[in-house]
């Protein structure tokens, strides 16, 4: 196969994969104007699909998403004080707060709500979660980890 025919092959999987994942229930029903446009600066691997992935699935929410394309994800992680165990594959920033990995914009919301926590994340890449394919196995445990051990923020 040609790796034009397969670069267009893949990028259909990943339109089609997103699709589905809207359809069915992607955006738990969020409408668009619960982010009002709020600004989401997103670091990932110039290598991760399912990044880009969630990015469409935050813009589908009505946030505005600049997605930045880092080499060394270790840097940002270390930046914005994300804990090992608590690492994903993705960090976002929005309106100051970190939001590590593929987080559903209920929390997301929550977090912007609050001015006592100023970072969460869902560890891992969880199938089911925005941005990644699958059915949901288990409730997504959201973490909070603003400056102290981590602490669950919200189950969804």
């Known amino acids: 196969m040609k790796r034009s025919t397969l670069t267009i092959t893949i990028l259909a999987t990943l339109l089609i994969l997103f699709g589905g994942y809207l359809v069915f229930g992607g955006t738990s029903g969020l409408s668009a104007p619960a982010a009002n446009g709020v600004s989401v600066s997103l670091y990932k691997s110039p290598t991760c699909g399912c990044c880009g992935l ?41 309106d100051g707060k970190v939001v590590e990995g593929h987080v559903p914009v209920e929390a997301v919301t929550k977090l ?45």
């Open 112 to 156: 912007l709500s609050q001015d006592s926590v100023t970072a969460i994340s869902l560890p891992g890449m969880p199938s089911g979660s925005p941005g990644m394919p699958g059915g949901k196995l288990a409730p997504f445990t959201i973490y909070s980890f603003s400056g102290s051990e981590p602490v669950i923020f919200t189950e969804l």
């Open 54 to 94: 969630y990015a469409a699935y935050l813009r589908s929410a009505g946030f505005t998403v600049d997605v930045q394309e880092v080499s060394d994800m270790a840097v940002v992680k270390e930046q914005y004080g994300v804990p090992g165990d608590l690492q994903s594959c993705h960090t976002s920033v929005i």
